[in-house]
């Protein structure tokens, strides 16, 4: 299992996600989001977040309008581990292994 949860520097939360292998998530702002972030420059579907069988997170930006950030770079698609941080809009989120 894998944990998304928001840092201290993030402008809304606190928010605690969390992914078990094989879910796909979707982020954003809307009610119908997987994981909703009702925060500033969020677009109401901003990114998926894949945990795969063999362990692996990937995160894909669904053309939101501020971008998806995995350590303060931008993404169209990228693989996440354990101490990285994912941003959309203000919101960081770091990963965390939650065995």
């Known amino acids: ?46 990114c998926r977040v894949t945990a795969t069988e063999d362990g692996k997170v990937e995160i894909q930006d669904l053309e939101s309008t501020n971008g998806t950030f995995v350590n303060d770079r931008r993404v169209d698609r990228g693989m996440v581990g354990i101490g990285d941080r994912i941003r959309v809009g203000r919101v960081e989120l770091v990963v965390k292994d939650g065995q």
């Open 1 to 46: 299992m894998w944990i998304l949860e928001t840092t201290d520097r993030s402008e809304a939360g606190p928010f605690t996600f969390r992914l078990m292998p094989g879910a796909i998530k979707t982020i954003g702002r809307s009610t119908t989001a997987d994981f909703i972030v009702d925060a500033g420059m969020v677009s109401r579907f901003h």
